[in-house]
């Protein structure tokens, strides 16, 4: 199983940035997705899940309002859409794998099977 983060990059505040997560390996609409994100001296903070057929969608509260997560089942690939970043969004963002079952957390990290290397973003104030 492999998951491939893509798309982040250096922007200033008040930009955008589309972050991408390519899977392979695994029947992806059996997966819940999520997106996680880690600064540097914290600890990894829940950003955003989706269900495995993508009606459910579910957000940290930092991220609320600007950020917009979704999938694409034929395509095996997940997106976070970020908007009006703020200087706090900076950190490495890592998309994670869940298996669908009746216990499905979007929050946990524990609960996701698979992570991708993570893509670095940085905005500058």
């Known amino acids: 199983v492999q998951l491939q983060a893509s798309g982040g990059g250096l922007v200033q505040a008040g930009g955008s940035l589309r972050l991408s997560c390519a899977t392979s390996?695994?029947?992806?609409?059996?997966?819940?997705m999520g997106w996680f994100r880690q600064a540097p001296g914290k600890e990894r903070e829940f950003v955003a899940g989706?269900?495995?057929?993508?009606?459910?969608?579910y957000y940290g509260d930092s991220v609320k309002g600007r950020f917009t997560i979704s999938r694409d089942n034929a395509k095996n690939m997940v997106y976070l859409q970020m908007n009006n970043l703020k200087p706090e969004d900076t950190a490495v963002y890592y998309c994670a794998a869940q298996p669908r079952s009746y216990s499905v957390d979007y929050v946990k990290d524990d609960k996701y099977n698979y992570w991708g290397q993570g893509t670095k973003v940085t905005v500058s104030s």
């Open positions: 989706i269900s495995w057929g993508g009606a459910s969608k």
């Open positions: 390996g695994l029947t992806f609409s059996n997966y819940v």
